[in-house]
């Protein structure tokens, strides 16, 4: 059909990602955006909770994150990884249990005054739309003391974000979709629906 | 007070999704304002969401740059014959051979180029490859259902594959899931990302299934439902369906230079 000058582009819906990806979106290594052997290689993992804090099973767990001194990564390879180029791309399912591991390195912040983080992005069956948070970093006390975004969370609620440094080169980040300690989850197009 | 999904009818279901939409309607009319585009989260027709939806509102954030890109993919990591599920086994799936084709745009109808386009689908009659399908219907050893795509200069994809069948879940008694493919997508910034699932016109389950009708803007509803196109029609192989699909972001979209080329 012709377009008219007028014809307006609208937004397609989304719907649930739904039970049955686990055959389909899960790719060789996705959980592994620097290998564990790469001399910078941190691990970011924890678990989805639902609200009546059971673990949930059937979600998959999207990060994306600049590199190391915070510029974004244009390399190919986010889904056929060969091993040594680090994208900045990873996706994994969660286990039974709920938990999720990736494998990446630590990035850089993008701005010179704001706190790093890595962007996790949530799907599951029940949930209608994906959900964004960030994942800062614990270790970084005065750069997320200094965050301009950090700083307008409700502090009650701020912890939600940070992952917690739990062993040498690991940090835990656990992700509540309901309930007490909720994940501060976010909008970055309120604008849109003004 | 929670009815188990034996006990759940359709009709009950039926109820509350008519009861939700006239709800967000009069919320609509009352105050001026559009219909949401994407299903709430909370959504009690489906019944998983109960648990699974933010009771806080979702805080403003400015994307930073990492969220005005998407990753890079490209050829590398597709192989071209990934976009044609009727030619990953050493025989010819079971059902009615389709082609689903259409652009990948963004808010101002420009081409989303090169990125990745993920599908997956129940076969023919309703069954996916996935272990927790317990659907009784056959697998078709020549058919998993899987397929990607990086889509082209003009935002242009194409897909073929077989149509997949309805099949039933356990929400409540009697409930069927209309013909669906699962899509996935990637804008040129992150914030654009999209799972969403498309739809076969004049589906006589439409109206009766909670996941289709989270969306509770008609006009939005029917933008996940491909349409039947002649021209992409082949003789003598396969049925056409176009299906396009729009990708907004935030306003402060991050524009690689070159665009100024395409504009
Ligand atoms: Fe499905």
């Known amino acids: ?194 | 007070m929670t009815i188990p999904a034996e006990q759940l009818t359709q009709e009950m279901v039926s109820a509350e999704i008519e009861q939700i939409h006239a709800e967000h309607g009069e919320w609509a009319r009352a105050g001026g304002r559009p219909l949401p585009v994407h299903p709430p989260r909370d959504f009690l027709p489906y019944r998983s969401t109960a648990l699974r939806h933010p009771t806080h509102e979702l805080v403003r954030a400015d994307p930073e740059e990492i969220e005005l890109a998407s990753p890079a993919f490209g050829h590398t990591d597709v192989a071209a014959e990934e976009s044609d599920l009727t030619i990953q086994h050493t025989g010819e799936p079971l059902g009615e051979r389709i082609i689903v084709t259409g652009r990948v745009l963004d808010g101002d109808g420009r081409p989303v180029r090169n990125q990745l386009v993920e599908i997956w689908q129940a076969n023919a009659s309703g069954r996916y490859v996935h272990k927790r399908d317990q659907h009784p219907a056959p697998l078709d050893p020549n058919f998993t259902g899987v397929g990607r795509i990086i889509t082209g200069d003009d935002g242009g994809y194409s897909l073929t594959t077989i149509k997949p069948g309805a099949y039933p879940w356990k929400n409540h008694r009697n409930a069927w899931r209309p013909a669906h493919i699962h899509f996935s997508f990637f804008g040129s910034a992150f914030t654009q990302r999209l799972i969403t699932q498309m739809y076969f016109p004049g589906d006589p389950l439409f109206g009766l299934d909670p996941i289709y009708q989270s969306i509770v803007d008609p006009a939005a509803r029917e933008r996940l439902v491909a349409r039947y196109d002649h021209d992409v029609s082949r003789p003598e192989w396969a049925i056409g369906y176009r299906w396009d699909v729009v990708l907004t972001g935030p306003k402060s979209t991050w524009m690689e230079p070159e665009d100024a080329d395409h504009a």
């Open chain 1, 1 to 194: 059909m012709p377009e008219s000058p007028e014809s307006e582009f609208l937004q397609t819906p989304s719907q649930t990602v739904g039970p049955f990806f686990g055959y389909a979106l899960p790719f060789a290594g996705g959980e592994s955006v620097a290998a564990p052997w790469h001399p910078a290689a941190i691990r970011l993992h924890g678990t989805v909770f639902d609200g009546a804090g059971q673990p949930i099973p059937d979600a998959i767990v999207e990060i994306w994150h600049p590199d190391a001194d915070g510029r974004v990564i244009s390399e190919l390879g986010s889904l056929a990884r060969d091993g040594h180029t680090v994208t900045g791309f990873g996706r994994t399912p969660v286990d039974r249990r709920g938990n999720y591991d990736f494998s990446t390195i630590k990035p850089g912040a993008t701005r010179a005054d704001a706190a790093p983080y890595v962007l996790v992005t949530i799907f599951a069956r029940g949930l209608t739309h994906h959900l964004f948070t960030r994942a800062y970093f614990g270790d970084e006390v005065d750069r997320n003391a200094s965050d301009a975004f950090l700083d307008g969370v409700d502090p009650s609620r701020r912890p939600t974000l940070i992952a917690t440094f739990d062993a040498p080169h690991s940090y835990r980040f656990d992700i509540r979709l309901q309930g007490d300690d909720e994940t501060v989850f976010l909008d970055f197009d309120a604008e849109s629906h003004d």
